[in-house]
């Protein structure tokens, strides 16, 4: 099969010195996995890149196990053959492997494992992985669930010092391994004051999108028709994954009544907090995730076909679109409107796309990822990626109106963009080129205000950047700073040559001329370029993941992680004493609708209401903080006010978070109504 002309070239654009033949041959459709001789067996690796450092040598460990099966010992899971293995009994309950890698404690990083290779009988799907420095305290450090096949298994986690690694899994079937190693990398020394990672949480898929139910706090993730690759042309059905943060589970499913392959799409929450997902590899596609049910339902079909383009939510509660060349043509995709009560989208022939165009050399990418803000009087605003901003009125047939441009910058093109308080929009990061132009490190503060008014800019906001970066995610936090993790010096899809590894935290100071200061944080050591997320969770930490979904391209990352802020930390690592929320108004609040909080002791004067997130290919246009004035009423009793305007605080959930001493609460929900 022939893959579309815009993906063709978009990939020729990523290996360069590669020719189209090799290209289709590379990534046709039913490509089997890339695969190694691993122990004297082809086996398939899935391309994912090993845990960084060197692999640990087997010669002097030994092994303890559950249990056994005749013929089938624990050290023939690392013998150097992959003919032998260790099974266990099959039970009802959990069997494990312990590996004492010798006479010294190794900073781990991270191990891989094969599944019997002559039958696909008792394969891993759910496991745990902790280590230990003396068989006795054990750290968890990865857990989650591996797609059931004959693949090589991979978890790699932030290194931590240990001479003991175990694997626990389910075995009602029992579990079998052929081969099993394990890593070892440069120790990253813990330093609280810069947060800290940790665990991994191993998906059955790569999560290149990915939202927060509001209702559950859970994360569902998806990839696309397929869970290691998106061209082929298999449309029609997305595989997803949901992971339950308290209960410590991934589940899978595959997505097949919408009809809908959910890749290269734009996601908007609605107001009552289901994911409206549209376009993509199916392009004129609209599909619903209800919270409430927990399940996916399909929406009407969009005028345009789309792929990568911008959707937001309006202050009366529809969805807006615009752009999205990446599919079904090039130009004129100019705005539509979603009706979610009718189910039925709208033409804004006015709201033109021509307007938010990059100078990008492949016409298809020049609409691509807007940066897309809902604002006042069911109007949008575009901050870029392209130099130029713009208002678009949804009324009518639209409107379109110039709003100034981004000085200091560029286009920045795969950048980002976060309102990080009312009405101010840090912007940072991106290249001139969607792929193969080197990034800048350049950042700006936009105020908006009156809709049509042009924007104010503060450019070089904080001095710029630590790093260059494109192909980065970031959240807005709690105490109004953004965290910024991943990206590259060059975008380069699928390669991950000139990965930036340290995080930083952008702080905003309104007394600074710059407009405040960036910091760097903790280290990580699992890269996260294109097609990976960030998402802001309800206790206040972040979820990562993703990279990849290419098939064989050496960028297949099968996996998330967990960062927690310094501000959640004492000196030593331990978790600091947090403020609690005992109760909230319940029900929809009106702009300029009044919250009363009641908590268990005294909090700071201010506090955050945070919009709930969706994250797809650098965009998070749902993210949004608003710093609210809490006015003590009585004893541990606060009000705080929505913004009167409608659109400030776009409708839908928010989570509220009180701080003690710059130390946030666990959230709890704040729902918006809408005008």
Not at 103 to 125: F, H, K, M, W
Request: glycine letters at 10%.
């Amino acid at each position: 099969m022939k893959l579309d002309w815009r993906v063709a070239v978009f990939l020729l654009g990523t290996a360069r010195a590669r020719d189209m033949s090799e290209l289709e041959a590379l990534y046709r459709e039913g490509l089997t996995p890339d695969t190694a001789i691993i122990d004297g067996a082809e086996v398939a690796t899935l391309s994912q890149p090993l845990p960084q450092g060197r692999e640990i040598n087997r010669a002097s460990w030994t092994a303890n196990c559950t249990t056994v099966t005749s013929g089938h010992n624990c050290s023939q899971a690392f013998d150097g053959d992959s003919k032998t293995y260790w099974q266990s009994a099959s039970s009802g309950n959990s069997q494990n492997i312990t590996i004492d890698l010798g006479t010294q404690n190794y900073a781990v990083s991270g191990l891989t494992v094969v599944p019997r290779q002559d039958e696909a009988t008792a394969l891993i799907e759910q496991h745990q992985i902790f280590l230990s420095v003396d068989n006795k305290t054990w750290d968890q450090v990865a857990y989650g669930t591996w797609w059931p096949d004959q693949s090589q298994k991979l978890s790699a986690f932030q290194p931590r010092k240990a001479r003991y690694v175990r694997l626990t899994a389910p075995a009602t079937n029992g579990i079998a391994i052929a081969d099993i190693r394990v890593y070892e990398s440069e120790f990253i020394a813990p330093d609280a004051t810069l947060g800290a990672w940790g665990p991994t949480i191993d998906f059955p898929l790569v999560p290149v999108s990915g939202a927060v139910d509001a209702s559950s706090g859970e994360v569902v993730a998806w990839s696309s028709w397929g869970y290691k690759i998106f061209t082929g042309g298999k449309g029609g059905k997305t595989q997803t994954a949901t992971w339950n943060g308290k209960a410590k589970s991934v589940t899978r499913r595959s997505v097949t009544n919408t009809q809908h392959d959910m890749f290269c799409t734009g996601i908007s929450m609605d107001v009552d907090g289901k994911f409206v997902v549209t376009g993509g590899n199916d392009g004129s596609q609209t599909s619903i995730y209800n919270t409430t049910v927990r399940d996916w339902f399909k929406g009407g079909s969009l005028y345009e076909f789309r792929g990568y383009q911008a959707s937001t939510i309006l202050s009366d509660g529809r969805i807006f679109l615009i752009g999205g060349s990446f599919q079904g043509g090039v130009g004129a995709k100019n705005g539509e409107v979603y009706d979610t009560k009718t189910e039925k989208w709208s033409k804004l022939d006015n709201a033109l796309s021509s307007a938010m165009l990059t100078q990008d050399q492949r016409t298809y990418r020049q609409d691509n990822h807007g940066w897309i803000f809902g604002w006042t009087n069911g109007s949008a605003f575009q901050a870029g990626p392209s130099v130029q901003m713009n208002w678009y009125g949804t009324s009518g047939n639209g409107t379109t109106a110039p709003a100034g441009n981004r000085t200091g910058d560029a286009d920045a093109m795969c950048g980002n963009a976060v309102m990080y308080d009312q009405g101010k929009i840090l912007t940072f990061g991106g290249s001139p080129w969607y792929e193969t132009s080197e990034a800048t490190n350049n950042a700006a503060i936009i105020t908006i205000d009156k809709v049509n008014q042009s924007a104010s800019v503060l450019p070089n906001a904080g001095g710029g950047m630590n790093y260059k970066r494109t192909f980065h995610s970031s959240v807005v936090l709690p105490d109004g700073s953004v965290f910024v993790h991943g990206g590259q010096v060059v975008g380069l899809p699928f390669n991950e040559s000139q990965a930036q590894m340290t995080p930083e935290l952008f702080i905003p100071d309104t007394n600074a001329a710059n407009g405040g200061t960036w910091v760097k944080q903790q280290k990580n050591s699992v890269v996260r370029v294109y097609h990976s997320i960030s998402l802001l969770l309800q206790d206040g930490t972040v979820f990562t993941g993703g990279g990849g979904l290419c098939g064989d391209c050496d960028a297949n990352h099968f996996d998330g992680q967990i960062y927690t802020p310094a501000y959640l930390l004492k000196p030593d690592g331990s978790l600091r004493d947090r403020p609690n929320i005992k109760t909230v108004t319940s029900g929809p609040v009106k702009p300029g609708g009044s919250v009363e909080v009641t908590t268990d002791g005294p909090v700071d004067s201010q506090a955050s209401i945070i919009r709930y997130s969706s994250n797809t290919h650098t965009v998070d246009t749902d993210q949004r903080r608003i710093a609210v004035q809490l006015n003590q009423s009585g004893e541990n009793k606060y009000t705080f006010n929505i913004p009167a305007e409608p659109g400030i605080a776009l409708p839908g959930y928010y989570m509220l978070f009180v701080l003690k001493d710059g130390t946030p609460s666990h959230s709890v929900n704040v729902k918006v109504a809408a005008a």
